[in-house]
């Protein structure tokens, strides 16, 4: 379950850039190409964040569909179970990702000091 390893990472760069105070709420974009199981992020993270500083952060996460792009321009929203296979459907032409690697913290919601 990669969730752990992501959100052990996640809670370090939340930590840091927190600076001492209490986040109420991590806003992130996550690319469908990093196949993450939201119900296992949340859980993830949970796990990770207990008896922590950051315990009871929430995880907002809004979730990027994968998009591909060939060299004529054609522009493919992938579904989930074509994953492996990027070639372009309309002319076959190699495709290169235009979007949905992504793993970004956009944002925290943090309590007034
Ligand atoms: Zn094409």
Redesign the pocket.
């Known amino acids: 379950m990669h969730e752990v390893a992501l959100s052990t990472e996640l809670a370090r760069v939340v930590a840091r850039a927190a600076k001492g105070r209490r986040v109420r709420q991590v806003n992130l974009r996550i690319g469908a190409l990093r196949q993450v199981v939201p119900s296992s992020m949340e859980y993830a993270w949970g796990f990770v964040t207990a008896a922590t500083p950051l315990e009871g952060a929430r995880l907002h996460i809004d979730w990027i569909d994968a998009v591909i792009e ?5 522009r493919t929203v992938l579904d989930a179970s074509s994953y492996l296979d990027l070639s ?1 459907p ?4 190699p ?1 290169r990702v235009v979007a949905g690697e992504e793993f970004q913290v956009v944002d925290l919601e943090v309590e007034a000091a």
């Open positions: 060939c060299e004529q321009g054609h372009c309309r002319c076959d032409a495709t």
